[in-house]
């Protein structure tokens, strides 16, 4: 369920905004490359595929929320790991960054700049061979 | 859009007109989509959306003088700011505002590491500064120091410093702050300690200065803004080991506790706790049910939560101890190795008690043979704590119940009852059984705290018993002389209220300093219960 906050139903935040960190990077072509590493400083940290842990881990032990939340959701239709989806849209990468999901805080444009969000989007849509 | 209380339309577009002149159209937020990415993620009222604080709007600086106009601006129009480091503080109220209709003041674009010196063995940082952010620097510059970072690691080391948070690396993490930089609510510039001595080199590292030390009054406070700090650094030990003793007995507990604060108390170990393994074996207050033994929840739901005996026996039948304590020493290797040797001597004097050792960590370590959950304890900042109410499937986060009290059994044990009794009279049984019991956690030297985990859930009427509970909690415990040391901003005005001692001079106290530093009140009204003059309830 997307979260519903005080300024209405979440939006497409499609608008570039030049000014914000990143900016100097061009915003009508999102830099793919930037955007892994961006995906691994902001959002790695819960999304990642797997976690190393030990063989008696539980179950707390093994899983780190996002991916975890995706698999109980999917149930193995779609990968949980977000870097391995290929039905990501700019549309809902865009609205659950900012106004958060589950247990995914909104993240404020001081966090991840328009352009910066624009350039994760972009690696995450991007062409798969 | 919502007004700061007090403040007219054309009187806050005009306040927001000079903010934006002061750092860029581009860094103050207004529209009602920018304004909702500060409402608080971990709120409790997130059901409950009329009851939700929210920011009137945020402006972002990016430097000291900035944060001073901001200040200047804001007394003009009387306009209450709040401000936030990263803004991660979750569970604490995140990036909104105590006050509803406070301008946010998000510190997160002053993310500057400033110094790091190797060899004296500081930092000093803004507060936009992650943990995150501090370990990507060192390990860049191959800076053999330890990140002091709570779980999870996207939080500030100014802002958990502040907020009196806590780390498995250093425990007490406001302890590290050596010298902060504070605007003031009339705009302006306030080194500490040694900093006030315009040539001194000496900021972070000698804290006293001359006359009262202050620093403390800008910790859970609204007192000023904190623009930098100073903090000592851990350097990387060659060997970091933690250890365990165990005993079935439950009067063990109390000769065990005493025994491991005695080793800490003398230096040879920097963390210690302790815990009813057998108690606390049904809990799902750290994520996850450990065993199946319904006669755990059974014995927990009497009023006597079960006697000596009964656990007693459930523990030996079940294999698990009735009681246990931990320490983690850290140092050379020939340092750690007879601290551990010192702690089989003292536990072997206690028939029945076993030591366990874990597995030495090695200076420096590969981060990639680190389990994740022990990241953080070793000092590599990681986001793993979120799965512990990922796997207990709440989609609004949770908020912690979190008194203080002696290092002893004898307190871990009444605070335990007290609690367990707290719940029993509310007819919470769910929560009784998510609690179960907890032992003590050990992050200041002579204090342990318990934390109890509220999950938020899409539940309105539920969301509203738990705070109920949360205040029911606060209030007996506080009668007990178990206060807790730091609250999500729901809860700061019936914390404070526990500090009542000669008729709340403590809280009137720190009206006094409010009104006469800040006397529009225009600073983080009500952050920890401290309301400006003009917002006191009478």
């Known amino acids: ?129 | 859009m919502i007004l700061p209380p007090g403040v007219k339309q054309g009187e806050f577009d005009r306040a927001l007109s000079e903010f934006a002149a002061v750092v860029g159209r581009d860094w103050v937020f207004s529209s009602d989509s920018d304004v909702a990415m500060y409402d608080d993620s971990f709120s409790p009222f997130s059901a409950e959306p009329e009851l939700q604080r929210h920011a009137s709007a945020a402006v972002a600086p990016d430097t000291v003088e900035q944060v001073q106009s901001i200040v200047r601006i804001a007394n003009r129009y009387k306009a209450p700011l709040y401000a936030i480091s990263t803004g991660r503080n979750l569970g604490y109220g995140g990036s909104a505002p105590v006050y509803s209709g406070s301008v946010v003041v998000d510190l997160k674009r002053m993310n500057r590491i400033l110094e790091v010196n190797a060899v004296e063995g500081y930092m000093v940082v803004e507060p936009g500064v992650s943990f995150l952010d501090l370990r990507r620097y060192l390990d860049e510059r191959n800076l053999p120091f330890m990140c002091s970072t709570p779980e999870p690691g996207w939080g500030s080391p100014v802002g958990n410093a502040l907020d009196h948070g806590c780390s498995n690396v250093v425990g007490d993490n406001f302890g590290m702050v050596n010298g902060i930089e504070v605007v003031l609510p009339n705009g302006e510039v306030l080194r500490t300690g040694m900093g006030a001595v315009p040539t001194s080199k000496l900021w972070h590292n000698y804290r006293y200065g001359f006359g009262p030390v202050i620093d403390g009054m800008f910790s859970q406070s609204n007192f000023g803004i904190v623009t930098k700090a100073g903090f000592w650094l851990i350097r990387w030990p060659e060997v970091q080991q933690s250890f365990a003793a165990t005993s079935a007995k439950h009067d063990d507990l109390h000769a065990m506790v005493e025994a491991i604060q005695r080793m800490r108390e003398q230096g040879l170990i920097f963390m210690s706790g302790c815990a009813s393994p057998i108690r606390q074996a049904m809990s799902t207050n750290n994520g996850h049910i450990a065993e199946d033994i319904p006669e755990v929840n059974r014995l927990l739901a009497r009023r006597d939560g079960g006697s000596p005996a009964e656990w007693e026996k459930l523990g030996a039948e079940r294999n698990i101890p009735v009681s246990s304590v931990f320490g983690t020493v850290r140092g050379p290797d020939v340092v750690a190795k007879a601290v551990l040797a010192h702690a089989r001597d003292v536990f072997g004097k206690i028939p029945g008690v076993t030591v366990h050792d874990t597995p030495a960590y090695r200076f420096p370590l590969n981060v990639a043979d680190i389990d994740e959950n022990r990241k953080s304890g070793l000092g590599f900042p990681q986001l793993w704590a979120f799965s512990q109410p990922a796997v207990q499937g709440t989609s609004f986060g949770h908020y912690y119940f979190s008194p203080m009290m002696k290092a002893t059994a004898a307190d871990v044990f009444a605070v335990n009852d007290t609690m367990r009794n707290v719940m029993i009279d509310a007819g919470d049984l769910d929560m009784l059984y998510h609690f179960g019991f907890s032992g003590g956690i050990g992050f200041y030297p002579r204090a342990y705290m318990i934390l109890l985990e509220v999950l938020i859930r899409d539940d309105a009427a539920l969301n509203r018993k738990r705070r109920d509970l949360f205040v029911r909690l606060a209030q007996t415990c506080g009668a007990n002389g178990w206060a807790e040391y730091r609250a999500p901003p729901a809860f700061q005005d019936t914390v404070m209220a526990q500090y009542s001692f000669n008729d709340h001079v403590l809280r009137r106290f720190h009206e006094t300093v409010k009104d006469a530093l800040d006397p529009n009140g225009i600073i983080a009204p009500g952050k920890s219960g401290i309301w400006p003059k003009s917002l006191r309830k009478t």
Request: aromatic content about 6%.
């Open chain 1, 1 to 129: 369920m997307l979260r519903i906050t005080a300024g209405g139903l979440p939006a497409v935040l499609a608008v570039l905004s030049l000014g914000f960190a990143g900016a100097a990077r061009a915003a009508d072509a999102p830099d793919v490359a930037m955007g892994h590493e961006l995906f691994n400083k902001w959002c790695y940290g819960c999304h990642a595929a797997s976690i190393k842990h030990g063989p008696d881990a539980t179950l707390l032990g093994s899983v780190v929320a996002g991916t975890y939340t995706l698999q109980q959701r999917y149930h193995g239709s779609k990968p949980a790991a977000l870097e391995e989806r290929t039905d990501l849209t700019p549309t809902l990468i865009e609205s659950v960054v900012r106004h958060g999901l589950n247990l995914m805080p909104r993240t404020r444009k001081t966090e991840i700049s328009d352009v910066e969000l624009a350039e994760i989007t972009a690696y995450l849509t991007r062409a798969r061979p």
